[in-house]
């Protein structure tokens, strides 16, 4: 029942135009983000059948995402101006909504749905309406409007009409830079680990000025920064915990916030803060044992590079972002820093800060108590334990992904890959629900179970840390006792494998008196009398009197990848992704025996090939059809060309297995002085060289006098 690791990063694409063009923009990504990937393309404008086929390369696809990317246009199967294409393309766009909905139960990756532009003058409003409508909401759908899309990478020109007509490539490759870029931004974060806190410095971070030594009154929230706290509330609406790092006294900043009501954010926003003189990776790790979360779970924000490279070295688990030194880069940079991305919002997150808030007020409460036994009783505990329902699926997926210290297997798993379980003979899931008289903490519980041989297997049992300690944990199995029972089962069995981070599930699982335990494949499992465990509650004997406190290291192992600042720096536009992908694939190193090439026109097509073929072009007899070329890359060829040289070339001037660099040289020289072919161009500078230096300016005085 667990995922296959094993499986490459796959980015399956179905699309209703040629989508092919994306593959090397892809694959620039995946050095970058040192994650290998891989795409694979369904059959040209397949869409349902990708959808609905048991052998398509979705249903196949066992990690990663699936990608459908729709021209409403295309829907329609009509030419734009017939009469029947708006009800056609609304009757199709129908019929692809049940397609998804009827699949996405089947598929076990995420599936990401975007909507792209249609030509001009298309008369689709009516089928992009009903698609956003039936899939935007859809549990394990990812939907993407092209109207969200250009906002965030803007694109110059979208559509290639010329391009589209040859090959049914409709947009230019700065649009395929930014529909890349989409796609692998949204793959990121599905598939990265969330983080949870963001812990922000003060002093020209989130005000203009040093408020102990300008004044409290002093200080300035510039537009920059106003959107900076204006980001930060926004991600504090998305579930992030917000605290504070800043060297300062204490009472300079509060009367700063006092002094400014205009701040967007206030003091009481933030979940925790260390506000001292104490060296911020110190001050990171005491904030991460005061939340009981990881250091990993942290991004500290920092104007200051000196900061954010100690908190690096001391703290590299964390992610340290130094913002830019021009304030007026901030709102771009903050857009495209991924590691703030959200790949769904629930209910639980919009409450997290109030939910901390409560689990801290347990926390205090149960150190004061003088007897651990009645302050538990009095709590009036209700744990509801209900079937997983369609509405909760974001939730529940979003507990694995982000619970580790109570998680028995720290098994990850995404909306489509529970929606998928939960479709498998036997399999069942549950989620449960807490509240105590501290208030209600929702969805913090997670059981997948199924029934083999004579025992209830318990797959993966999690709870949020926020409701540890309280005897939810005890229930929960209990509840599972009683469901063995009444299927006939007398067993249930809890395998459970170690991690750094989750010694709490191990604790709970051995403190129970009546199980039996053995090592398994470097884990343990144990197993339970369903007679004796139906009647399991908590007792100081438990030992678990109160919720855990990790203690958190400085150094712990980094993420794989940490480079978003530079992401947000540098490779926020199409434009900028589109000449770092061809800048590094026509970056050749080590190529012996390279030549100088016959002229200027020569060494510029040597770069377009090689970074469209991405391998070295060493002289002018390099053949485009020998070197890997094909039909798709010769229409990308002809995009170059007229981008580079501003000619437009022939289908047949590329179309051509004799096809070098050498003799594309002649004809896109030739073009640019007019000349109707290359054997033309070659007479014409032949006649040229046999001219005398008089009558090169006797023709050049004719050609002025007759331009003027």
């Not at 506000?275 to 005061?290: F, G, R």
């Not at 580790?404 to 003979?425: G, H, K, S, V």
């Not at 289908?651 to 054997?679: F, H, Q």
Request: some cysteine; overall charge negative.
């Amino acid at each position: 029942m667990t995922p296959q690791s094993s499986h490459p990063f796959r980015i399956a694409i179905a699309a209703s135009f040629t989508a092919e063009p994306l593959e090397s923009l892809l694959q620039f990504w995946a050095r970058r983000l040192a994650t290998p990937y891989e795409p694979v393309f369904a059959p040209y404008n397949q869409i349902v059948q990708t959808l609905l086929d048991p052998g398509s390369v979705f249903a196949a696809n066992r990690r990663g995402v699936n990608v459908i990317l729709l021209r409403a246009s295309d829907l329609a199967q009509l030419s734009p101006g017939d009469p029947a294409a708006p009800a056609a393309a609304a009757a199709n766009a129908r019929q692809l909504a049940d397609a998804v909905r009827a699949a996405l139960p089947r598929l076990t990756v995420p599936l990401l749905f975007v909507l792209c532009p249609s030509g001009e003058g298309a008369p689709v409003e009516e089928a992009e309406s009903l698609l956003g409508g039936a899939l935007a909401a859809l549990p394990a759908l990812h939907f993407f409007h092209y109207s969200a899309l250009l906002a965030l990478y803007p694109v110059n020109q979208v559509h290639d009409a010329r391009a589209a007509e040859i090959a049914r490539i409709p947009y230019t490759e700065e649009m395929y830079a930014a529909l890349a870029a989409v796609i692998v931004r949204r793959a990121h974060t599905l598939a990265m680990p969330p983080y949870k806190v963001v812990a922000v410095d003060l002093d020209n971070t989130l005000w203009r000025g040093i408020c102990g030594e300008d004044g409290s009154k002093g200080v300035v929230l510039d537009p920059p920064r106003r959107r900076l706290q204006e980001f930060l509330l926004q991600q504090r609406e998305a579930g992030m915990l917000l605290a504070i790092a800043s060297k300062n006294n204490f009472s300079d900043v509060v009367e700063t916030f006092n002094a400014h009501p205009e701040f967007p954010l206030r003091l009481e926003h933030f979940a925790a803060w260390r506000i001292d003189w104490n060296p911020k990776p110190v001050n990171l790790a005491s904030l991460a044992a005061e939340l009981n979360l990881g250091l990993d779970s942290f991004i500290f924000l920092d104007d200051n590079p000196k900061e954010c490279a100690e908190v690096s070295s001391a703290a590299p688990e964390a992610l340290s972002i130094a913002l830019p030194p021009d304030p007026e880069e901030l709102p771009e940079f903050l857009k495209h820093l991924w590691a703030f991305d959200h790949p769904s919002v629930t209910e639980e997150d919009r409450r997290r800060s109030e939910l901390m808030a409560q689990s801290l007020e347990f926390s205090r409460a149960a150190q004061s108590a003088s007897s651990l036994e009645e302050f538990i009783a009095s709590l009036n505990l209700r744990v509801d334990v209900q079937p997983l329902a369609a509405e909760r699926l974001p939730r529940a997926a979003q507990l694995t992904q982000r619970t580790n210290q109570f998680n028995t297997t720290t098994i990850r798993r995404t909306e489509a890959e529970l929606a998928a379980l939960e479709q498998t003979p036997g399999v069942r899931i549950f989620t449960a629900e807490v509240s105590d008289r501290f208030g209600e903490y929702g969805l913090t519980g997670l059981v997948i179970v199924y029934t083999r041989l004579n025992e209830l297997y318990v797959d993966s049992l999690l709870l949020s840390c926020r409701v540890l300690g309280r005897g939810v944990e005890h229930r929960i199995l209990a509840r599972l006792a009683e469901l063995a029972l009444d299927e006939g089962v007398y067993t249930v069995t809890v395998p459970f494998t170690p991690t750094a981070r989750n010694t709490p599930a191990r604790a709970f699982l051995e403190s129970i008196p009546f199980g039996q335990s053995h090592e398994d494949n470097g884990g343990l499992v144990f197993r339970f009398p369903a007679v004796e465990l139906q009647t399991l509650r908590w007792s100081p004997a438990s030992g678990l009197t109160a919720a855990p406190q990790e203690a958190v290291p400085l150094r712990a192992a980094a993420r794989t990848f940490t480079g978003y600042a530079e992401i947000a720096r540098s490779l926020r536009t199409p434009a900028q992704i589109l000449a770092a992908a061809r800048r590094e694939a026509a970056e050749v190193e080590g190529a012996p025996g390279a030549q100088a090439f016959a002229s200027e026109t020569e060494e510029k097509l040597a770069r377009i090939w090689a970074g469209i073929l991405q391998k070295p072009i060493l002289n002018s007899d390099a053949n485009f059809f020998d070197l890997g070329g094909h039909s798709l890359l010769a229409v990308l060829l002809l995009m170059r060309v007229k981008e580079e040289f501003g000619v437009e070339l022939a289908v047949d001037d590329v179309y051509s297995g004799s096809l070098t660099l050498g003799s594309l040289a002649a004809v896109i020289d030739a073009r640019r002085l007019g000349a109707a072919d290359p054997e033309e161009y070659e007479a014409l500078l032949a006649e040229i060289g046999n001219l005398s230096d008089e009558e090169v300016r006797a023709l050049l005085e004719r050609e002025t006098q007759q331009e003027e």
